[in-house]
């Protein structure tokens, strides 16, 4: 059975950093894109940053040059500096088959499986 162990989250005031780690396990196919929505209740969900087993990374534009993504061994990590208020979100890690599109492209309907989800909050 596929699963998502995720980890970290937290409250930080603006300016700090958080790290998010995502683990897939039973996962058999290849290529596959891993990466992090956020939801903010009353908003749609958003991608935030995706990376794929080729290396291939995008990034949304407001977290561009702040976030940095990256996976080894079936496991990725989301490094968040410089955070924002704007920031605070439940993020959930994400996994799908084949490379990862831009995340512009993406919707949540690309991802099959799907991590319980972890808060942020980032504090003015």
């Known amino acids: 059975q596929v699963q998502l162990a995720e980890s970290g989250g937290g409250s930080v005031q603006a300016g700090g950093s958080l790290t998010l780690s995502c683990e897939v396990s039973?996962?058999?196919?290849?290529?596959?894109?891993m990466g992090w929505f956020r939801r903010v209740p009353g908003k749609e969900r958003e991608a935030v940053a995706v990376?794929?087993?080729?290396?291939g990374t995008s990034y949304a534009d407001s977290v561009k040059g702040r976030f940095t993504i990256s996976l080894d061994n079936d496991k990725n990590t989301l490094q968040m500096n410089g955070l924002k208020p704007e920031d605070t979100a439940t993020y959930s890690c994400?996994?799908?088959?084949?490379?990862?599109?831009?995340?512009?492209?993406?919707?949540?309907?690309?991802?099959?499986?799907w991590g319980q989800g972890t808060h942020v909050t980032v504090s003015s």
């Open positions: 994400a996994v799908g088959p084949g490379l990862c599109y831009p995340v512009t492209f993406l919707s949540p309907s690309d991802f099959r499986y």
């Open positions: 039973a996962y058999t196919y290849r290529p596959y894109c």
């Open positions: 990376i794929d087993t080729k290396a």
